[in-house]
């Protein structure tokens, strides 16, 4: 194995940590302003049909997403891109820090250390995700890249991320927290793949560390 690809939703953080936080947020800013009560229901119908969708081949994913959300929240797409940019993409950043599993960076040090290259591969946009959580990666690849413009389980960001990290797809490990996802996306590759438990953390557990280190060996 020369690459390592890692999903980060749900395998870098614990999303339920942050979804309990930003819970907290909402309720505060409901308090604030009522009004918000509409937004909160414009993130639940992206999310929703975003998922309804996984499986279309449409081009330009990363607009025609706010485009579903709209039509199904009754909201012109502008406001439908202000409220998850604001409520998914900028808000949690300040959580997810204190959210980050124990060992991520451990574990991210353990493979440099071992010269094994370090992928990220992820539905929504990571760039910002992984300074907030102190991660480096050797290259990052998002569905909505326009190289990319597929949806997970579809494989094709999964060959991407290979492509520039230079390996074939037979020496990557993909390491995911959704078997439906995750698990799928890499069968439909042909890459070698790992699904965590959601209660999993890094933290030099020794059934992680010796499952990543039998792939390295091979």
Not at 64 to 77: C, F, H, I, N, T
Not at 87 to 98: D, N, Q, T, V
Not at 119 to 146: M, N
Request: charged content about 35%; some cysteine.
């Amino acid at each position: 194995m020369k690459a390592v690809i890692f999903d980060v939703d749900g395998t870098l953080y614990d999303q339920r940590k942050l979804r309990l936080r930003m819970l907290s947020d909402m309720f505060a800013a409901l308090l604030r302003h009522p009004r918000n009560l509409y937004d909160f229901k414009i993130i639940r119908d992206f999310r929703k049909v975003r998922k309804k969708n996984i499986f279309l081949s449409e081009a330009k994913i990363k607009e025609r997403q706010y485009l579903w959300g709209a039509s199904v929240s009754g909201v012109p797409v502008e406001r439908v891109k202000t409220v998850v940019r604001k409520w998914m993409f900028e808000k949690p950043l300040r959580h997810l820090s204190a959210c980050r599993f124990e060992g991520t960076a451990e574990l991210f040090n353990y493979l440099k250390t071992n010269k094994i290259r370090i992928g990220i591969f992820s539905d929504y946009p990571v760039i910002r995700k992984l300074e907030a959580l102190r991660l480096t990666a050797d290259e990052v690849v998002c569905a909505l890249d326009e190289d990319v413009d597929r949806l997970k389980p579809d494989p094709k960001g999964l060959y991407v991320a290979a492509e520039k990290l230079g390996v074939s797809v037979r020496d990557c490990l993909f390491i995911g927290d959704r078997d439906d996802k995750d698990g799928e996306c890499a069968r439909r590759a042909g890459m070698s793949f790992m699904i965590l438990d959601r209660k999993q953390n890094f933290y030099r557990s020794r059934k992680t560390y010796d499952r990543i280190g039998s792939w390295i060996n091979k």
